[in-house]
């Protein structure tokens, strides 16, 4: 619906604007703000690709803890219903029913691991790509 | 503060001081100091009737007593770097404190030269031999901060009788937690039932420093460790606490293979510890005070990024943090799982 460039090739010419023509022109704070911001950026761009399958994997993961429901379909709905169910999963871990020795403890790790994954995809790949060179993954 | 203001009331103070018949301000500038108070460097010459001498001191200006940010206050914390260095912890030399001067509570030490931003230390090629050696040489200076008499030193904050140490810190980092996280974070969730289930018996207490890490410490390239800084959260506690913070992943500024502070691995800084007469280093309490740590970063993200989700800071800095839990929570995995 709106004309070229999309979303990606913004981000992408704004983050390489701060990458190439400020970062290296700049000291200090405003320098170090730079780098922080084009990074933002970075993670924005990741994002927009990963959001919807990120949401599909991780919906389906808390089923295996806390039971089948059904996941809204629109953008704004998802994000509230998500948060209802990590809150929810966030109860169960407070009870104690999900402790180490219960049945269902090793399925939580393992869920638990997929939705920090998911995080660290879009913030910060290099440390997965670094923990997978040592076998941690 | 106005440094105009800071550099007239300081001259006569610090003259006095150190014995000079007066002090000429030739300088002073703002350093990088912390949310609770300003460092200012400040350059100096000394006039005696025997000639001039050069110095170049740091003065640290505290907020307001009573603006409820800090355990303790600056003329405590002089008191306390005395100690430290009486017990041959290196640390500058304090100089003065006071708070009428300024009317605002401050003290001054001698500058220190050296690096301290983690990030140059750990990657840059120039500090290799000063990283050879630092393992080694916070081994031995966290070992005579654990000798330092708590007794002496009233102000620290320091558990309530009956309760473990590792009891007091869990409760109150969960309850900082209850009241600080906006959105869920189960892995935290997960990480204080593991605490729980697995907090060390410790009873009795040692001067614990509160921020003991590469970042918080002055270190010459060919002479390694010059200072230990940022004494501010310093408390009786158990010393595993600070054998263990150094080791928290956050610390290795990226160097993650090099579990001390990217810079050595976690056996060298407990071996130089041992040496140096520190007590023996128990690895389920090292465990637990590692967990603790990662979780106590984490919450601190969570504190940050508050600042810019409530809406009063616009920072991109402090919206950045907010994504560096994910990064506390994937280690606290590891660490729970046994993975490192």
């Known amino acids: 619906m709106?004309?070229?460039?999309?979303?990606?090739?913004?981000?992408?010419?704004?983050?390489?604007?701060l990458e190439a023509e400020v970062v290296p022109t700049t000291t200090g704070r405003t320098q170090f703000l730079a780098r922080v911001a084009a990074n933002l950026l970075g993670q924005a761009?990741?994002?927009i690709d990963l959001e919807s399958g990120h949401f599909e994997e991780a919906w389906r993961g808390l089923e295996a803890l806390l039971g089948a429901a059904r996941a809204p379909s629109d953008r704004a709905s998802q994000r509230e219903a998500?948060?209802?169910?990590?809150?929810?999963?966030?109860?169960?871990?407070?009870?104690?029913?999900?402790?180490?020795g219960s049945a269902q403890h090793e399925t939580l790790l393992r869920v638990l691991r997929a939705l920090v994954r998911a995080k660290l995809e879009i913030s910060n790949p290099a440390l997965l790509a670094a923990d997978a060179e040592r076998g941690i993954c | 503060m106005k440094p105009d203001a800071i550099a007239a009331a300081l001259?006569?103070?610090l003259a006095d001081a150190c014995g000079a018949e007066s002090a000429r301000i030739d300088g002073i500038r703002s350093m990088t100091g912390g949310a609770a108070r300003e460092a200012w460097r400040l350059d100096?010459?000394?006039?005696r009737p025997s000639g001039e001498e050069a110095r170049s001191f740091v003065a640290l200006v505290f907020r307001p007593a009573g603006s409820g940010q800090r355990a303790f206050e600056a003329v405590s914390e002089a008191e306390l770097l005395r100690a430290a260095a009486r017990a041959g912890v290196p640390v500058p030399a304090v100089i003065c404190a006071g708070e009428a001067p300024l009317g605002r509570p401050f003290y001054v030490m001698d500058r220190i030269e050296g690096e301290t931003i983690g990030r140059r230390l750990v990657r840059e090629e120039r500090f290799a031999a000063a990283r050879a050696r630092l393992p080694r040489q916070l081994g031995e200076a966290l070992a005579a901060i654990h000798r330092v008499p708590v007794h002496d030193l009233a102000f620290l904050p320091r558990p309530k009788p009956g309760v473990t140490v590792a009891q007091?810190?869990?409760d109150r980092l969960e309850e900082l937690y209850r009241v600080i996280a906006v959105e869920p974070h189960p892995v935290f969730e997960l990480a204080f039932r593991w605490l729980r289930a697995n907090l060390p018996e410790t009873r009795a207490t040692t001067l614990?420093?509160?921020d003991f890490r590469i970042g918080n410490v002055i270190v010459d390239e060919h002479e390694g460790l010059r200072a230990v800084l940022d004494w501010e959260l310093a408390h009786a506690g158990d010393p595993v606490q600070d054998l263990a913070w150094a080791c928290v992943r956050s610390w290795r500024f990226g160097a993650d293979a090099l579990t001390f502070g990217g810079v050595g691995r976690r056996e060298e800084l407990f071996a130089a510890y041992e040496e140096a007469g520190g007590q023996r280093v128990d690895p389920s309490a090292v465990r637990?005070?590692?967990?603790?740590?990662?979780?106590?970063?984490g919450v601190i993200t969570l504190i940050q990024v508050r600042g810019f989700l409530d809406g009063a800071i616009r920072s991109a800095e402090l919206a950045a943090i907010g994504r560096r839990a994910a990064e506390t929570e994937w280690e606290l995995l590891n660490l729970i799982e046994g993975r490192v």
């Open chain 1, 45 to 47: 761009d990741r994002e």
């Open chain 1, 2 to 17: 709106h004309d070229r460039p999309t979303l990606h090739e913004i981000l992408d010419v704004v983050q390489g604007f």
């Open chain 1, 82 to 100: 998500f948060e209802r169910r990590l809150n929810l999963l966030c109860e169960e871990i407070r009870s104690g029913r999900l402790d180490s």
């Open chain 2, 208 to 210: 614990v420093h509160g």
């Open chain 2, 168 to 170: 007091a810190e869990t």
């Open chain 2, 44 to 47: 100096v010459t000394l006039e």
């Open chain 2, 288 to 297: 637990f005070w590692e967990v603790f740590g990662n979780l106590n970063w």
């Open chain 2, 11 to 13: 001259a006569p103070v």
